[in-house]
């Protein structure tokens, strides 16, 4: 059970590496991890900056993980233990906790140190001309009393058509006189708000990460 949950800490932290990792592509560009002056990235493309710690958390969270398995197979003894048991004992156990120390403070320095491209974010979230929506156009249209099945296939139809021609979603929202029937254009133009997706997460984060004995 130590071990396994070692390996779920490591696996946590590997899924905020992988995701940095992902945002950091060349063609998302919305955060990567801390880049020094006069640091080296890749050794063929010059421009790019290769998420080095992030990679290397995620191979190290996977031997922790697979040290995992090695105790799993501890389990069972033959009466009492034996050196079959020990032997693998002596490596997972200091291999796993040193590795998950590291990766810890991998962790904390990548989060510290993030870089974060505010700007960028919203080019992306524009660039789907309003196809990100689509799910609060329909609860709008739902809660405005519209049977969510109609709902659904309204707002499918024009989201497909969006998605296969590059289209304006938000657009061609505003435009349909179902939609209309249901929704004025200052509740439309709502339903397409960012800030409205944001308005509870300073809560959000308070909840998390507030410490309880200041409460």
């Known amino acids: 059970m130590y071990v396994a949950t ?24 919305e955060a990567e991890e801390p880049f020094g002056e006069g640091q080296k990235g890749s050794s063929a493309m010059p421009h790019k900056r290769n998420p080095v710690t992030c990679e290397q958390i995620c191979g190290l969270a996977r031997v922790v993980r697979s040290n995992a398995q090695a105790a799993m197979e501890n389990i069972a003894l033959w009466h009492e233990r034996d050196i079959s048991h020990s032997s693998v004992e002596r490596v997972i156990l200091p291999d796993s906790t040193t590795l998950l ?9 990548l989060v510290e140190g993030m870089r974060v491209y505010p700007e960028r974010m919203l080019r992306n979230l524009e660039m789907t001309k309003g196809l990100v929506f689509s799910g609060q156009v329909l ?19 024009h989201a497909m058509r969006a998605w296969e021609t590059e289209g ?48």
Not at 191 to 208: G, N, W
């Open 101 to 109: 120390d590291y990766i810890l403070a991998k962790t904390l320095w």
């Open 6 to 29: 070692l390996g779920v800490v490591a696996a946590t932290c590997e899924k905020i590496a992988l995701e940095i990792r992902h945002l950091q592509r060349t063609e998302v560009r």
């Open 168 to 215: 304006d979603f938000k657009h061609a929202i505003f435009s349909d006189p179902d939609v209309a029937n249901y929704l004025k254009a200052d509740q439309i133009e709502r339903s397409f708000s960012i800030p409205r997706q944001l308005t509870h997460v300073d809560a959000i984060f308070r909840r998390v990460f507030e410490d309880e004995s200041e409460n």
């Open 139 to 157: 609860l709008d249209l739902a809660a405005a009393g519209m049977l969510r099945e109609e709902a659904y296939k309204l707002i499918q139809t």
